[in-house]
């Protein structure tokens, strides 16, 4: 069994090669804020606060567009109530913590670090001390979306948009996925939402985000009735 | 009125990130619950990544012989073997700036 700052430094090393996708993608949100032409002191908030990349790209694209409020944030609450199937994976290796503590590493859950903790936690499923784990990940991919952000406010979108660096998050979540690829029964859960995706892209407030792993999901279940 | 609205979308973002870990218990799921929640990796980035290599930025359908199409197969086949994270996402970005930058030139 590792030491808890060893596990908090094997979260960071392991969301580390995110930074690949991560810190162009928290430019891009940090200059296209500005961009939109919202108070830098605010676009930088969208990082603090609400601290969700693509919800918060939207969330400034909508009201600089002119719509509204409520259906901002209703975009936002759509895109990020992803994060609900994150904490019900979580909870079971967070159950023995105490409340406070609950609600300190809930605001580090985010994707890139979920993916991450997930897998260490299915190669050491003894482990106590997951939690270190996960926020080892968070607190890094933090930092690092702060940090980012900022560099965008500040310096604009200095990284040349022909770099196509957008293309960095599709690869970043395969890189996630890809050692369940051997495995058919996931490889049919992950090609049913990735289509159904697609069928839904145009969906109001983004919702397709939230809606393709649900039918994935309910996929994922009639598949294991038909097994038994 | 922007304020307002950036702290309830941080409110809302913030009760997703925490509603499961600390006010569901775990007895009240069952173990088919369990089960099926082993696959939301699985459910979940796909709906990013398709979108991500399939749509351009305006939000169309790409071509077949779209270079993103062909970065992505690099990387899936790379990570595939390699099942490294640093080298799924690099081949993928090196094989797409190769096509852009220098192909397509």
Redesign the interface.
Known sequence: MLSKSKIFLRGTKDVLPHMLSVIPFGIITGAIGVEFGFDPLLVYATSLIIFGGASQIIFMQLLSGGASSLVAVTSVGVINSRHLLYGAVLSEYLEKLNLAHKLIISYFIVDQGFAESNKYIKKNKKETNIHYHILGGGITLWIFWQFSTIAGIILGSFIPNELGLKFAIPLTFLAVVIHDLKKLDHVFVMLISGFTSLILFDAPFKSYIILSPIVALIAAFIMLRLKK | ??????????I???F???????L?D?EM?GT??????N?????????????????N?F?S?VQITDP?IY??FI??TV??YS?N??A???S??LS??FI?FIILK
């Open positions: 009125m922007t304020w307002l609205s950036i702290i309830i979308s941080g809302i973002t913030y997703s990130r925490m509603a499961m870990v600390a569901i775990r799921l088919k619950v369990k089960e099926v929640l696959y939301v990796p699985a459910a979940v980035f796909p709906a990013i990544i398709f979108p991500g290599v399939f749509f930025d939000g359908l993103k970065g992505a990387a899936l990570g595939f099942k994270v640093i799924t996402i690099v993928g970005l797409y700036w852009i």
